[in-house]
Nanobody, 123 residues
Framework: VQLQASGGGLVQAGGSLRLSCAASRRSFSVVAMGWFRQAPGKERGFVAGISWDGGSTEYATAVKGRFTISRDNAKNTMYLQMNSLKPEDTAVYYC?????????????????WGQGTLVTVSS
């Protein structure tokens, strides 16, 4: 599975961005997906995860209520809608995939990773 993340950029605090993650695999619908982020000097951390059919989602406490993860299996694409962005959301955002129905909050549970897209939130 090859993953291509896009949609990052520079936005003011309080603004919105939508990240996309396009997958090359035809059987995209049988993999669970997730978004992680890594800020300078920090470890990569879980942001949000979604099950193979989109029926189950999970969020990190820091983004709950502001971010929404979704997927369109017909387009082999996952999304992360980010609203009410804060300077502390600044990071490189990575999409990830793992075989199976459900995801995990642990980065080492994912087999495939995109290249990352930079999100910068100015105050």
């Amino acid at each position: 599975v090859q993953l291509q993340a896009s949609g990052g950029g520079l936005v003011q605090a309080g603004g919105s961005l939508r990240l996309s993650c396009a997958a090359s695999r035809r059987s995209f619908s049988v993999v669970a997906m997730g978004w992680f982020r890594q800020a300078p000097g920090k470890e990569r951390g879980f942001v949000a995860g979604i099950s193979w059919d989109g029926g189950s989602t999970e969020y990190a406490t820091a983004v709950k209520g502001r971010f929404t993860i979704s997927r369109d299996n017909a387009k082999n694409t996952m999304y992360l809608q980010m609203n009410s962005l804060k300077p502390e959301d600044t990071a490189v955002y990575y999409c990830a995939a793992r075989p199976g129905s459900y995801g995990t909050t642990h980065a080492d549970g994912y087999n495939y990773w995109g290249q990352g897209t930079l999100v910068t939130v100015s105050s």
